[in-house]
């Protein structure tokens, strides 16, 4: 089993910055591959980036590629989101997750059905 518990949501204007962490725990030595995803109200969940534990490769979607950037403290079992020129339509419940057996050696996957823990999300809201 593995636990993921969000943490750093909170409300910024437009332009601001906002840092998130994903705390992991139990058998953490089973994850290959930690990720975020938002859903804001009425859409569907929505990947934002991901990493690979084991060689630091990462992932992230267009819309938030040159503002945002995910990294991992793997001592430390923790997933990060540093969240940069935040816009309104950033505003959502970010998730937390984490794929606990082999996907490719070549591609991170980035459907929410490829991965097998979630956090219970925290809130991000950006005003303009």
């Known amino acids: 089993q593995v636990q993921l518990v969000e943490s750093g949501g909170g409300l910024v204007q437009a332009g601001g910055s906002l840092s998130l962490s994903c705390a992991a725990s139990g058998r953490t030595f089973r994850i290959y591959t930690m990720a975020w995803f938002r859903q804001a109200p009425g859409k569907e969940r929505e990947f934002v980036a991901a990493?690979?534990?084991?060689?630091?490769?990462?992932s992230a979607a267009d819309s938030v590629k040159g503002r945002f950037t995910i990294s991992s403290d793997n001592a430390k079992n923790t997933l990060y989101l540093q969240m940069n020129s935040l816009k309104p339509e950033d505003t959502a419940v970010y998730y937390c997750a984490a794929r606990t057996s082999f996907y490719s050696a070549y591609t991170i996957p980035i459907r929410p059905p490829n991965y097998d823990y979630w956090g219970q999300g925290t809130q991000v809201t950006v005003s303009s």
């Open positions: 990493v690979k534990w084991n060689g630091g490769d990462t």
